[in-house]
């Protein structure tokens, strides 16, 4: 399904991500922060991401939203063309890949390594993105007192490398996820909270 995306477009990609930046968020109270984030009900995260392992590489544009009842991951090219569509609710997952063919496991993260080849911790994606661990995770803090190191209970390890001012509260701009020999960077560069 990826084979169209080329190695040249990945450096291109990490080229782009390194040059990236956003003004600073200011230095926060970790449990007021926390507590911020407990609060966000639903988000959208558009931006980057690329996924780098010894067998599967590619690099695509993200869509991802989240809300409690349901989400949905979608994965596009440079050109706009949908690689695949992943949308989650109680009852499992349905994806389309590029060719329209849809497929159904109650497995979500399951149904994506089948078809990519790409492990993801799609499970514990909605609060890792925004920064926050969830109660098996242990974490460090950064100087800002948000979330600067996250290691999962899948043992996936979590770098946070910015975060946005643009944001109430302030969430992650630059992540890159690694277990084993398999290295995910995520760059959000537009965020909409939806909040009750």
């Not at 995306?5 to 782009?16: E, K, M, Q, Y």
């Amino acid at each position: 399904m990826f084979s169209s995306i080329r190695v040249s477009v990945l450096a291109l990609f990490l080229t782009l991500l390194a040059g990236c930046a956003t003004a600073p968020a200011p230095t926060t109270e970790w449990q007021s922060h926390r507590d911020a984030l407990v609060s966000v009900d639903s988000y959208t995260a558009r931006g980057k991401v690329a996924f780098i392992a010894p067998s599967t590489r590619f690099s695509a544009n993200l869509y991802w939203r989240y809300s409690p009842a349901q989400s949905q991951l979608r994965l596009t090219n440079f050109l706009g063309t949908t690689l695949l569509s992943l949308t989650m609710n109680e009852q499992g997952a349905v994806l389309i890949d590029d060719q329209g063919d849809r497929y159904q496991d109650t497995d979500p993260a399951r149904l994506v390594a089948y078809l990519t080849g790409a492990h993801l911790p799609i499970d514990a994606l909605a609060p890792w993105l925004i920064g926050l661990p969830r109660a098996q995770d242990s974490f460090s803090l950064g100087s800002d007192n948000r979330v600067a190191t996250l290691n999962g209970a899948q043992g996936w390890d979590i770098d946070y490398q910015d975060y946005s001012a643009d944001t109430q509260p302030a969430l992650p701009t630059r992540i890159t996820l690694t277990r084993d020999q398999q290295t995910v960077k995520l760059m959000i560069s537009d965020w909409t909270l939806d909040n009750d």
